[in-house]
């Protein structure tokens, strides 16, 4: 098993040293990359918060994204995930919105996708979106993948803005 504080500890000291923050969207992941995030020390100068959310009801109480915001968007997509960014984003007040949304496993989810299917996107000064696919069954495996991709493309995405 990864050790969390060293999955984010870059991207934590590129916020830090920026003066920048982030906030989190997650849903396979189950809480993985904002653990991540939180383990380094001195979190508190750029983590601003994260959510779990991991039905359709949280996405309505947690996020507020009403059903008419889903129009022509389906759970566990490039563009759900791009919402559930942009959401939190604004939500919290982050420069930066990171999002994940996805089948961790043993089963697909039920819009088809297979386990080890993930969507995530990173919203701020640079926009980015992937999708993952790990065709492996394994939950806990794919939650800690899921979250490593999660970390590294808002690194990437960090080291395209200076």
């Known amino acids: 098993m990864p050790q969390l504080d060293s999955m984010a500890s870059s991207v934590g000291a590129l916020l830090k040293e920026r003066g ?5 969207c997650e849903s396979a992941c189950g809480g993985v990359i904002s653990a991540a ?13 994260g959510a779990v959310s991991y039905t ?13 915001a889903m129009e022509g968007i389906r759970p ?3 563009p759900y995930a791009l919402l559930n960014a942009r959401t939190i984003r604004d939500t919290l007040g982050a420069t930066w919105g990171l ?3 996805g089948a961790s496993g043993p089963t697909g989810n039920r819009y088809g996708d297979s386990p080890g299917h993930a969507c995530i996107a990173v919203v701020g000064p640079v926009e980015r979106v992937v999708t993952v696919e790990t065709g492996d069954s394994d939950r806990e495996g794919n939650m ?19």
């Open 20 to 24: 920048e923050s982030v906030a989190v």
């Open 37 to 49: 995030l939180v383990a380094v020390p001195g979190a508190s100068a750029y983590f601003l918060g």
């Open 56 to 68: 359709n009801d949280s996405r309505l109480r947690l996020l507020r994204v009403p059903e008419e």
């Open 76 to 78: 566990s997509s490039e």
């Open 99 to 101: 999002a994940e949304t």
């Open 144 to 162: 800690w993948v899921f979250a490593r991709t999660a970390l590294d493309l808002l690194e990437e995405c960090l080291g395209q803005v200076r």
